[in-house]
Structure formats: C-alpha cells, structure tokens
C-alpha cells in the first residue's frame, strides 16, 4: 500500500509535466496533495515489531532490551538472558495478576502461562492493565491481545477456566506438567506459579496443586478494604503451605470498625494492587535470576507504609497429605543437603582464602552456618540429631469412622433417591 | 455461634454432621461422603418440611455429586420469591465450602460475587474453618444461604431491584 501511494504520487508528478494546459495543474496538485496525506496516515499505523532472536546488550534506541541486559554491566545479575529460559504460570489476570504479567513479558520472559474464567468489566478500570475497549472478552485473550503486541518474544498459553473445578483443576495440574517448552528441565513444566487470585477457594486450589507437584509457588493478595497487602514464598515441605496455618491477614493498624462498611463486598486501588503486583514480579525476578534476597514473607501497610516480613516453618500437622509428603522428603534429603553446602563452602574457602583468616584463635571461635533450623516445626523446637528424621504423622487426622451398623440406608443411589423423592413432594 | 437466632441455632443441631474429611479427587472416601452429605440433606429437608418451612430443592447433576443444582425461595410480605440455586464442589472440599450462586441475582446486589456467588465471607466462612469436616452442604445452606436469603431479599424487592412474577407477568401463581 505504502509503495502504491507513493508511485501515485510519481505519477500524478509526470502527468502534471506533460500537461500543457495550466489550468488543470491547479486540480492535480490538490489531488496529490490528499495522496500524500494518505500516506503520511497509513504509515502512523500501529507498529509491530518483529521477534528478537537474541537479547542483546546494544545501547541503541530501537533494542528492547538494552536496559535490561545492562543488569549485567552493573553487577546485579550474573546472566540476564537466562530469563527466556523460564515459565512462569500466573492464576488470576486481575487487580495484580495481569500487572505481573505486563512487567514480566516487558522483561522478555520467557514463556507465560495465564488462567482466569473471568470477563473485562468496565468495573476493572479502576485497576492497571485492561482498557474500556476490551471490555466483554476473557481477560485471557484481552491479556494475550496487549501483551504479544508489547513483546512478540514471550510465548503466551492462556487458559480460560476456574482451577476450583474438578475439570478445570485437571487442565490446570496438566498444564503445569507440560514440559514441551523446556523438555530438559527437571520437575514440572513450569519454573514458578503466581497465584493473584482473590479468594480463598483458589489459594487453596493452587497450593494443593504445587504440593502435589512440588512446585515453588508464590501467593499475593491485597486485602478487601484495598489499603494492604502481601506477597509469600511457598516451597512444597520447606515452608508452610497454604493450608499449615490460616492465612494470615496484615493489620491495616487503624481501628477496623472505622474501616468496614457493611454490605460491601471488596474495594480495590489501582496503586495498591501495582504495590503488590510490583513486590511479586520483584521477588520473582530474584528468586528466577538469583540474586538479592527472595523473601519469604512480605507485607505492605498502606496506611502506615509498614512492611513485616518473617518466615514460616510447615505445620508436622498440616491437615494437608501431600504437604505431610513433602515435608517428610525435605526431611530425608537433609544429609544430601547439608553435604552439598559443605562441599559448596569448602569450594568458596579453597578458592578464596590461602591462609586462616586469624593466626590465633586463643577462644576457639569458629562460624556456624545457623541457615538450616535442625527441627522443621519451629514450636517444638528439641534439636534432631543429623540423619535421624521427626515421625511425621501420615494420615489424616480424620480417619473415617466405620458406620455404626444401625439400620439406616447406605447405597448411595438408595439415598439419592430418598432426596428426590422428598424434592417431589 | 454468637448472635445466631435461637431458631437456626436448634435446627443446626438437629442437622446430623459428617465424619468423612473427603473430596472429590478421593475416590472411595468422596464416595463415602456423599452418602453424609445425603444423609444430611434427607433429614434437614424432612425438618424443614415438618416445621412447615421448607425453602429449598437441591440435587446432584451429575453422577460424581461435584455439581448440584436446584431452586430456592423466600417468603417476603406473603409473596414468593424464587431463585435457581447452583454450585460445585470445590477440589479442596470439605476444607473450602462450596461457592453457593444464585445466577439471576448476579449484578444485582453488592453482596455478591461476578457469577452470581453469594458474599459468604463474613457470617459463613469462619464457622465453616473451624467446623471442618463436620459442616456440609445442608449445613452451607442453612448457615450460609438462608441467612443470606433473609438479609438481602427484602432490601431487593423494596428497592424494586427484583419484582414478583405476577408483578412481571400476568401468568396466575399455580
């Protein structure tokens, strides 16, 4: 189109020259006049660039990445470009969930998985992300839609399901297990899962699906009254899953009572939840490209810009078996564990110090490595001595309790039956 | 169970409870459970019927009891008013309660959720935590929707939010 317009133009030019009447040069000009608009219109048309092969750290204005690869040239990541070797799968394209997603494909990640049931609304637009014209698609496709415009690199796998279902819950653990993007990589497809749901059916849903897998998750939230929040480090046996303890809430440390409002539902802020979503990719980029510190714990309190953070040890307890499972491997694995740090620091010491750092150690003081707590649950705190391992209860607390043999129905269909007989009548 | 009417108070413990801690990823356990979870529907529907205050019909749609659908109706100044009543069962089930819908009240009211789920979050939820496993469906629609039910049907009705079908129709009630 472009090559059309302009060869118009060349030709109303040469019809313009072999006229001899001068008064139809007034009409052709006015004619070429209104192509060279045209041109000048199609031309400022939206603009996709095209797929980048490698990342490169270039300084020039048309390279994508060149601030990002000049993490390198400062010292913070070791080797920027390994961030297309990961996958990470976000649940919940909402307040927080597609913000994470915009500023994880800006970074050039490498492959995206979204899940969401939902629809735009105009409601949404108090939030980041989602504009007025999508309103009434999927969040996933309209997710997909701006994010493959922003970066054609980042591969994008977008679901359009709720993980609490039976049906949907299996495509979510399948997908999670599809290694077809990185077929060497050990454990499930994914690198991490962030969950940005907004209730607590879903948390629950993510976190019994990483503990079955093993996966490394991380849980974000933003509470209902939209002044606080949380991001959380989830490792399947090492941590505490979701479902150790109750969730935990950050106090917004005014009094409650000036702060609820009945009869409303959530209120949300369009800057608390970029806070959040801002804390998550943070944290996530750290623990993707190792370096800084990952936290296992991070709160925000909007009012009083507090922001706690601490560690949880998993509940021996937990009402959860496949956390139970996990817990009681991470148990096993303890010797392998410790032997690779000590292989790891004799390694750094070998390398690095020739000689003791102190001639004399007159008080025998030597430097303990206190990372690793001996005990897993943090209340019952009686060291274990190594290669031994804490009896970890099985099963279930509940176990079924035989039926006492009166003589009530018990064929299930016996008693479907019962209740649609009592419905009928 | 603070500020509970003591009429709801005596039916909930008349609701037999559960044993079974299954869900429906379980197989033979979930199996078991659903024979509870009938058990104590049969008999929370055969008091409701005895104390002439029945308010609900619900049963599994599918073979597996993870979806169940029904209807269920409010008495509000002489008038009926009825509501399809839908859920399913979560995955995590019994350790999250099912997400009770009313799909033609969605975008109707505030205490609500996009799809019609009612806003179970205060008044239902910590009962549910601290009651697990022994709380089932019975007990998430005599604990959950009916209060629910009781709160919001009068305030939609008055503002004119929802309207009697022979308000909207010149059908005669049957």
Redesign the interface.
């Known amino acids: 189109m472009e090559v059309e317009l302009k060869e118009t133009i060349d030709e109303l030019e040469s019809l313009k020259q072999s006229l001899t009447d001068p008064s139809y040069r007034y009409p052709i000009d006015k004619l070429k006049l209104r192509v060279e608009r045209l041109a000048k219109f199609g031309n400022s048309g939206p603009l996709r660039r095209s797929k980048v092969k490698d990342m490169s750290a270039e300084v020039v204005d048309s390279n994508p990445y060149s601030r990002l690869m000049a993490l390198q040239r400062m010292g913070i990541v070791q080797n920027y470009e390994r961030i297309r070797e990961y996958s990470v799968a976000i649940v919940g394209i909402g307040g927080v969930g597609s913000v994470a997603a915009e500023m994880l494909t800006r970074c050039g990640i490498g492959r995206l998985l979204l899940y969401d049931y939902d629809k735009v609304e105009l409601a949404n637009m108090n939030r980041l992300f989602f504009r007025p014209e999508q309103v009434g698609m999927t969040k996933t496709d309209a997710a997909v839609q701006t994010l493959s415009d922003i970066n054609p690199d980042v591969v994008l796998e977008s679901y359009t399901l709720n993980i609490t279902t039976v049906q949907g819950f299996e495509t979510f653990m399948s997908s999670l297990k599809n290694k077809s993007f990185s077929p060497n990589k050990q454990g499930s497809g994914v690198d991490i899962v962030l969950s940005c749901v907004d209730n607590y059916e879903a948390r629950m849903a993510v976190n019994q699906a990483c503990n079955e897998l093993n996966q490394t998750w991380m849980e974000s939230g933003v509470s209902e009254d939209a002044v606080s929040g949380h991001i959380q480090l989830l490792i399947p046996g090492e941590t505490a899953c979701f479902a150790c303890a109750p969730p935990l809430v950050v106090a917004s440390g005014v009094d409650e009572r000036t702060l609820k409002r009945e009869g409303v539902c959530a209120a949300s802020l369009p800057t608390t939840m970029g806070v959040v979503a801002g804390l998550l990719v943070q944290n996530t980029l750290k623990y993707l490209l190792e370096f800084g510190q990952v936290s296992p714990y991070l709160g925000y309190n909007s009012l009083k810009d507090y922001f706690p953070t601490m560690e949880m040890k998993p509940n021996p307890q937990c009402s959860n078996a496949a956390c139970l499972q996990r817990q009681k491997e991470y148990l096993l694995a303890k010797p392998a564990r410790d032997a690779a740090a000590k292989a790891k620091m004799e390694a750094e010491a070998s390398s690095s110090a020739e000689g003791p750092l102190h001639l004399d150690n007159e008080w025998d003081i030597s430097v303990v490595d206190d990372d690793e707590p001996e005990g897993i649950d943090i209340k019952s705190s009686a060291a274990l001595p190594e290669g031994l391992t804490r009896e970890l209860p099985s099963a279930d607390e509940f176990h079924t309790t035989p039926e006492a043999p009166d003589s009530a129905i018990d064929d299930i269909e016996d008693l479907r039956r019962q209740l649609d007989a009592l419905n009928s009548s | 169970m603070e500020g509970w009417d003591p009429s709801t108070k005596s039916t909930l413990t008349q609701i037999p409870l559960l ?3 299954a869900g ?2 379980d197989g033979a ?1 979930w ?2 459970r ?2 509870e979870e ?2 104590a ?2 008999a929370y ?2 008091m409701n ?1 005895s104390n002439d205050n029945d308010w609900f ?4 749609a599918n073979p ?1 009891g ?1 979806r169940w659908t ?1 209807k269920c109706w409010y008495v509000h100044n002489l008038l009926k008013y009825e509501f399809d009543l839908q859920f ?5 089930y019994p ?3 099912p ?1 009770l819908e009313l799909p033609q009240l969605d975008g109707k009211t ?5 799809g019609g789920k009612i ?1 179970l ?1 205060v008044h239902f ?1 910590p009962l549910w ?1 601290k009651n ?2 022994r709380f089932g469906i019975a007990h998430a629609l005599c604990l959950g929707l009916a209060p629910w039910l009781a709160a919001e049907i009068p305030i939609l009705v008055d503002s004119g939010m929802i309207k009697h079908k022979d308000d909207a129709t010149s059908s005669i009630e049957s």
């Open positions: 044993t079974t801690k429906p990823r356990p199996t078991q659903l024979k009938y058990k529907l049969i529907t055969q019927k019909r619900i049963s599994a597996e993870t029904g399913d069962i979560p995955i995590t350790a999250t309660a997400e505030q205490k609500m959720y996009r806003c979050t939820k935590a697990c496993p």
